[in-house]
Nanobody, 122 residues
């Protein structure tokens, strides 16, 4: 069992930055691929970024590539999402997730946090 808790969401002006954190627990979490998804009002949950268990491989959605950076610190049981140059369309609830495989389909991820809201204003 893996438990995930997100933090760091809030209000930010367009062009600004936020850093999200995901605290993980459970003895096997370090072996999982970790990722971030987001869901805007009225839209489906979408893949944002993922990082391998070692932290050496990362994957990004085209919409955030070059602006967001995913990382993990296994010693601190924490994953991060640094979000820069935020746009209005980045407004969403951001979810932390864990999976035993890399996939962009949210249906195939095994564990989920409850989400943290990011609101980007003009």
């Amino acid at each position: 069992q893996v438990e995930l808790v997100e933090s760091g969401g809030g209000f930010v002006q367009a062009g600004g930055s936020l850093r999200l954190s995901c605290a993980a627990s459970g003895r096997t979490w370090r072996t999982y691929v970790m990722g971030w998804f987001r869901q805007a009002p009225g839209k489906e949950r979408e893949f944002v970024a993922a990082v391998s268990w070692s932290g050496t491989s990362t994957w990004y959605a085209d919409s955030v590539k070059g602006r967001f950076t995913i990382s993990r610190d296994n010693a601190k049981n924490t994953m991060y999402l640094q979000m820069n140059s935020l746009k209005l369309e980045d407004t969403a609830v951001y979810y932390c997730a864990a999976s035993d495989k890399i996939t962009t389909s949210p249906r195939l991820w095994d564990y989920w946090g409850k989400g943290t809201l990011v609101t980007v204003s003009s």
